[in-house]
């Protein structure tokens, strides 16, 4: 599934001629929304009959928006076809493999080797904590970037 999710984004890239999740939805009709939510509600996907909504808790920090707009964009444009209703609710699958994969995309979407340089001194921790992206996860993507420049650099 990372593969397809690599895919993905570059399609989308391409497609949207961005990285920002805000720019994204709006060229795919999908709306976003901030709305006062529960302190345990980053944001969430809905489909309505007009299309789709993202709907991101406005209480959170404003630099942790991008990344719960990025999660809820690959549930939109991804995990909502019905085989990822029936594949969510798979007793042999949990749920939070959708919420993985959903956070690997926002990390791909919205980390590039510009973000790194631009962040010069910040630890992964303190990325985590500005960007709510996981450590773990913007640890591997760094992992990433470091072994693409050292093969362009080989």
Request: hydrophobic fraction near 40%.
């Amino acid at each position: 599934m990372k593969k397809y999710i690599v895919n993905h984004v570059k399609e989308l890239v391409q497609q949207c001629n961005t990285r920002d999740p805000y720019e994204i939805a709006a060229e795919k009709d999908i709306a976003i929304f901030h709305f006062p939510l529960s302190e345990r509600i980053l944001g969430y996907f809905v489909q309505c009959s007009e299309g789709g909504a993202i709907i991101i808790n406005e209480k959170i920090h404003e630099a942790q928006k991008p990344f719960v707009a990025a999660h809820e964009l690959l549930h939109a444009t991804v995990h909502n076809d019905e085989a990822a209703f029936v594949r969510q609710r798979n007793i042999y699958e949990k749920p939070q493999v959708l919420e993985y994969e959903s956070n690997f995309f926002a990390v791909e979407l919205l980390i590039d080797e510009e973000f790194f340089r631009s962040n010069e001194g910040r630890t992964i921790k303190e990325l985590s904590d500005v960007t709510g992206m996981p450590e773990d996860m913007i640890n591997m993507k760094y992992e990433e970037v470091l072994r693409k420049r050292n093969q362009n650099f080989s």
